[in-house]
């Protein structure tokens, strides 16, 4: 029988909702965790809710909103070994952190983006996941910037290999970016799920918009995908992975 991984992709918002996300990841405890919007001062208390596992972490920005500055960005916990990891940016300068005001829209693209991976051993068997959180527009509508940086996102997909790729991507299901990207990749979400936008929980109410993906590459079979709500502002996606084959 082959190994297979049990992974969690969720965008946390921060720490705004930490009381539900920290209880939920250690029912679920899941192998892998793509998170999204992390603040790199919560990943003590995530690995400690998945049992001490390890985090790879992407920085995207400084987001202020009436306090110091804190890092936010991306990450992968891993419960398994860690053999190889990488940062692919296909938008920004890493060296620099960008600050992002939740209380000013237009600074919520100030931020650089990142195409995170690790390669996971278990079994004898090594995953490749990746997380990324895409470029935002107001209305969901695909602009130049996201086609811009699509391409670069493509690219860096090209260098990354055979993977599953998982994410917050901004971009609604039936529209043009994610449109293209499952052209490439599987989308691996059930179509029966319309949104992954919490109804109580995101600033705008029942936003019925399938932003959020699982996607893989012929190497890799995604099953039994479920949509969880009720943690965050955005609906966790919780799969099975396995070599496919």
């Keep these: 029988m082959s190994a297979s991984l049990k992974l969690i992709s969720l965008n946390i918002q921060r ?5 539900l996300v920290l209880p939920f990841l250690e029912t679920q405890m899941p192998e ?25 972490f992407a ?3 400084k987001f202020i909103r009436d306090t110091a500055p804190q890092i936010m960005g991306v990450g ?12 692919s940016w296909y938008h920004g300068d890493p060296a620099e952190l960008p600050v992002l005001d939740q209380d000013d829209r237009r600074t919520w693209n100030n931020k650089n983006f990142p195409l995170l991976w690790c390669d996971i051993e278990k079994d004898g068997t090594i995953f490749r996941i990746a997380t990324t959180h895409f470029r935002w527009t107001p209305d969901g509508q695909a602009d130049d910037g996201q086609r811009r940086d699509l391409k670069e996102l ?8 055979e993977c599953v790729l998982t994410g917050d ?40 918009l399938m932003v959020d993906g699982v996607f893989s590459t012929p190497s890799y079979s995604v099953s039994d995908v479920e949509m969880i709500c009720g943690i965050s502002d955005h609906c966790a996606l919780v ?3 396995s070599k496919a084959g």
């Design 154 to 161: 493509l690219h860096a997909m090209e260098g990354v290999g």
């Design 76 to 87: 992968i916990f891993l419960g398994h070994s860690a053999r190889d990891n990488g940062i």
């Design 15 to 19: 720490s705004k909702h930490l009381d």
């Design 169 to 208: 991507f901004n971009a609604p299901r039936g529209r043009e970016i994610f449109g293209m990207l499952a052209e490439k990749y599987k989308d691996n979400v059930p179509t029966h799920y319309i949104s992954s936008l919490d109804p109580e929980r995101h600033r705008v109410d029942n936003l019925q």
């Design 59 to 61: 920085p995207m920005s």
């Design 239 to 241: 799969a099975n992975v």
């Design 32 to 56: 892998v965790a793509c998170v999204q919007e992390l603040f790199e001062s919560d990943i003590p208390e995530l690995s400690n809710a998945l049992g001490g596992a390890r985090c790879v």
